[in-house]
Protein backbone atom coordinates (compact mmCIF):
# COMPACT_ATOMS: atom_id res chain seq x y z
CA UNK A 1 0.00 0.00 0.00
CA UNK A 2 0.82 3.70 -0.89
CA UNK A 3 3.05 5.46 2.61
CA UNK A 4 0.20 8.26 2.23
CA UNK A 5 -2.63 6.11 2.64
CA UNK A 6 -4.91 5.47 5.27
CA UNK A 7 -6.30 1.99 4.11
CA UNK A 8 -7.65 0.45 0.89
CA UNK A 9 -11.05 0.11 0.22
CA UNK A 10 -11.30 -1.52 -3.00
CA UNK A 11 -9.02 -3.65 -4.32
CA UNK A 12 -8.46 -4.12 -8.24
CA UNK A 13 -10.65 -7.15 -7.84
CA UNK A 14 -13.12 -5.63 -6.43
CA UNK A 15 -13.44 -2.85 -9.06
CA UNK A 16 -13.15 -5.09 -12.03
CA UNK A 17 -16.04 -6.94 -11.05
CA UNK A 18 -18.16 -3.60 -10.72
CA UNK A 19 -16.84 -2.16 -14.41
CA UNK A 20 -18.11 -5.65 -15.66
CA UNK A 21 -21.47 -4.98 -14.08
CA UNK A 22 -21.63 -1.62 -15.19
CA UNK A 23 -20.63 -2.80 -18.76
CA UNK A 24 -23.47 -5.26 -18.83
CA UNK A 25 -25.70 -2.78 -17.95
CA UNK A 26 -24.70 -0.38 -20.41
CA UNK A 27 -24.74 -3.12 -23.15
CA UNK A 28 -28.36 -4.37 -21.87
CA UNK A 29 -29.86 -0.42 -22.36
CA UNK A 30 -28.01 0.47 -25.60
CA UNK A 31 -28.42 -3.13 -27.90
CA UNK A 32 -29.58 -1.44 -30.64
CA UNK A 33 -28.31 2.05 -30.48
CA UNK A 34 -24.60 3.37 -31.38
CA UNK A 35 -23.67 5.52 -28.28
CA UNK A 36 -21.10 8.06 -28.22
CA UNK A 37 -18.94 7.56 -24.94
CA UNK A 38 -17.40 10.54 -23.13
CA UNK A 39 -14.91 10.50 -20.44
CA UNK A 40 -14.73 13.27 -18.14
CA UNK A 41 -11.12 13.90 -17.55
CA UNK A 42 -9.10 13.28 -15.78
CA UNK A 43 -10.72 11.16 -13.00
CA UNK A 44 -12.32 9.07 -14.84
CA UNK A 45 -9.76 7.59 -17.85
CA UNK A 46 -9.04 4.73 -16.61
CA UNK A 47 -12.89 3.24 -15.37
CA UNK A 48 -13.71 4.68 -18.84
CA UNK A 49 -11.23 2.36 -20.47
CA UNK A 50 -11.58 -0.72 -18.85
CA UNK A 51 -15.51 0.25 -19.02
CA UNK A 52 -15.60 0.51 -22.70
CA UNK A 53 -13.67 -2.40 -23.35
CA UNK A 54 -15.67 -4.77 -21.07
CA UNK A 55 -18.58 -3.96 -23.40
CA UNK A 56 -20.04 -5.52 -26.27
CA UNK A 57 -21.77 -2.44 -27.84
CA UNK A 58 -19.75 -0.89 -30.73
CA UNK A 59 -19.25 2.60 -29.22
CA UNK A 60 -17.68 5.51 -30.55
CA UNK A 61 -15.36 7.97 -27.76
CA UNK A 62 -14.66 11.62 -27.26
CA UNK A 63 -13.11 13.56 -24.08
CA UNK A 64 -14.05 16.80 -22.47
CA UNK A 65 -11.26 18.04 -19.58
CA UNK A 66 -13.54 19.28 -16.58
CA UNK A 67 -11.96 20.79 -13.28
CA UNK A 68 -13.57 22.07 -10.55
CA UNK A 69 -11.39 21.21 -7.87
CA UNK A 70 -8.00 22.49 -9.27
CA UNK A 71 -6.13 21.27 -5.81
CA UNK A 72 -8.44 22.06 -3.44
CA UNK A 73 -10.68 19.63 -1.22
CA UNK A 74 -13.46 21.57 -1.99
CA UNK A 75 -15.82 22.03 -5.15
CA UNK A 76 -15.91 25.28 -6.81
CA UNK A 77 -18.92 25.28 -7.79
CA UNK A 78 -18.84 26.46 -11.17
CA UNK A 79 -16.60 23.55 -13.49
CA UNK A 80 -14.72 24.72 -16.16
CA UNK A 81 -14.82 23.27 -19.29
CA UNK A 82 -10.93 23.14 -19.88
CA UNK A 83 -10.94 21.26 -23.10
CA UNK A 84 -13.83 20.39 -25.46
CA UNK A 85 -15.35 17.60 -27.16
CA UNK A 86 -14.14 16.95 -30.79
CA UNK A 87 -17.16 15.30 -31.95
CA UNK A 88 -20.83 16.78 -32.28
CA UNK A 89 -23.23 15.14 -29.73
CA UNK A 90 -26.25 16.28 -32.31
CA UNK A 91 -28.83 13.58 -32.23
CA UNK A 92 -26.59 11.33 -30.68
CA UNK A 93 -27.40 8.49 -27.13
CA UNK A 94 -24.84 10.03 -25.04
CA UNK A 95 -22.57 8.07 -22.65
CA UNK A 96 -21.35 10.56 -19.77
CA UNK A 97 -18.79 8.06 -17.59
CA UNK A 98 -17.35 9.84 -14.55
CA UNK A 99 -15.02 8.72 -11.77
CA UNK A 100 -17.02 10.72 -8.79
CA UNK A 101 -20.23 11.92 -8.75
CA UNK A 102 -19.80 14.71 -5.40
CA UNK A 103 -21.34 18.33 -4.91
CA UNK A 104 -23.40 17.33 -8.50
CA UNK A 105 -22.22 20.58 -10.14
CA UNK A 106 -19.89 18.38 -13.32
CA UNK A 107 -22.76 16.47 -13.94
CA UNK A 108 -25.22 19.17 -13.62
CA UNK A 109 -22.92 21.09 -15.94
CA UNK A 110 -22.05 17.93 -18.53
CA UNK A 111 -25.78 17.54 -18.63
CA UNK A 112 -26.89 21.00 -19.80
CA UNK A 113 -24.36 20.98 -22.20
CA UNK A 114 -24.93 18.04 -24.14
CA UNK A 115 -28.72 18.20 -24.06
CA UNK A 116 -28.11 22.11 -24.94
CA UNK A 117 -26.47 20.76 -27.78
CA UNK A 118 -29.04 18.72 -29.11
CA UNK A 119 -28.37 15.00 -27.56
CA UNK A 120 -30.86 12.71 -28.27
CA UNK A 121 -30.56 11.29 -24.62
CA UNK A 122 -27.99 11.54 -21.94
CA UNK A 123 -26.78 8.86 -19.72
CA UNK A 124 -24.31 8.31 -16.62
CA UNK A 125 -22.47 5.92 -15.70
CA UNK A 126 -20.11 6.45 -12.74
CA UNK A 127 -17.69 4.41 -10.80
CA UNK A 128 -18.46 6.36 -7.62
CA UNK A 129 -21.28 8.49 -5.82
CA UNK A 130 -20.81 10.22 -2.26
CA UNK A 131 -24.21 11.21 -1.97
CA UNK A 132 -23.51 12.82 1.16
CA UNK A 133 -21.68 15.63 -0.64
CA UNK A 134 -24.34 16.74 -2.74
CA UNK A 135 -25.06 20.08 -3.39
CA UNK A 136 -27.62 19.74 -6.36
CA UNK A 137 -29.96 17.26 -6.63
CA UNK A 138 -28.54 15.31 -9.40
CA UNK A 139 -27.75 11.38 -9.57
CA UNK A 140 -25.67 9.16 -11.88
CA UNK A 141 -28.47 6.50 -13.62
CA UNK A 142 -25.67 4.05 -12.17
CA UNK A 143 -23.59 4.47 -9.84
CA UNK A 144 -20.79 1.47 -9.18
CA UNK A 145 -20.01 1.93 -5.33
CA UNK A 146 -21.73 4.75 -2.76
CA UNK A 147 -19.08 5.73 -0.62
CA UNK A 148 -18.71 7.78 2.78
CA UNK A 149 -17.24 11.31 2.83
CA UNK A 150 -13.46 9.90 2.90
CA UNK A 151 -10.62 11.78 1.06
CA UNK A 152 -10.30 8.28 -1.63
CA UNK A 153 -7.72 7.95 -4.41
CA UNK A 154 -6.50 5.85 -6.61
CA UNK A 155 -7.95 4.72 -9.82
CA UNK A 156 -8.19 8.12 -11.26
CA UNK A 157 -9.08 9.76 -8.01
CA UNK A 158 -6.31 12.30 -7.44
CA UNK A 159 -5.39 14.54 -4.58
CA UNK A 160 -2.98 17.49 -6.12
CA UNK A 161 -2.53 15.64 -9.28
CA UNK A 162 -1.15 12.88 -7.61
CA UNK A 163 -2.12 9.16 -6.65
CA UNK A 164 -4.23 8.56 -10.06
CA UNK A 165 -2.15 5.70 -11.64
CA UNK A 166 -2.73 3.49 -7.90
CA UNK A 167 -4.31 0.34 -9.12
CA UNK A 168 -6.53 0.94 -6.05
CA UNK A 169 -8.65 2.86 -4.11
CA UNK A 170 -7.60 4.19 -1.10
CA UNK A 171 -8.26 6.89 1.65
CA UNK A 172 -5.57 9.28 2.01
CA UNK A 173 -4.24 10.29 5.52
CA UNK A 174 -5.54 13.57 6.84
CA UNK A 175 -2.06 14.81 7.56
CA UNK A 176 -1.39 14.91 3.82
CA UNK A 177 -4.31 17.04 3.24
CA UNK A 178 -5.27 18.37 6.42
CA UNK A 179 -3.96 21.90 6.05
CA UNK A 180 -6.40 22.29 2.92
C1 LIG B 1 -13.67 15.66 -10.04
C2 LIG B 1 -14.23 14.37 -10.56
C3 LIG B 1 -15.55 14.78 -11.16
C4 LIG B 1 -15.97 15.96 -10.34
C5 LIG B 1 -17.03 15.57 -9.36
O1 LIG B 1 -13.02 16.32 -11.07
O2 LIG B 1 -13.39 13.78 -11.52
O3 LIG B 1 -15.43 15.15 -12.52
O4 LIG B 1 -14.79 16.40 -9.63
O5 LIG B 1 -17.27 16.57 -8.44
P1 LIG B 1 -18.60 17.37 -8.31
O6 LIG B 1 -19.73 16.38 -8.30
O7 LIG B 1 -18.45 18.07 -6.98
O8 LIG B 1 -18.70 18.33 -9.44
P2 LIG B 1 -11.94 17.48 -10.85
O9 LIG B 1 -12.57 18.81 -11.09
O10 LIG B 1 -11.25 17.29 -9.54
O11 LIG B 1 -10.96 17.20 -12.06
P3 LIG B 1 -10.19 15.83 -12.40
O12 LIG B 1 -11.18 14.89 -13.03
O13 LIG B 1 -9.13 16.26 -13.35
O14 LIG B 1 -9.65 15.27 -11.11
Redesign the pocket.
Known sequence: MHKDLESIVLTREQIAQKVKEAASWLDEKFKDSKPLAIS?????VFFFCDLLREMKTPVQLDFM?????GSKAQ?SGM?KIVMDLAASVEGRDVILV??????????VRMRDLIMGRGAKSFTTVALFDKPS?RQVDIKADYSCFEIADEFIVGYGL?YAQQYRNLPYVGILKRSIYGNV
Open positions: VLKGSTVSSYSPEDIVDSGHTLRD
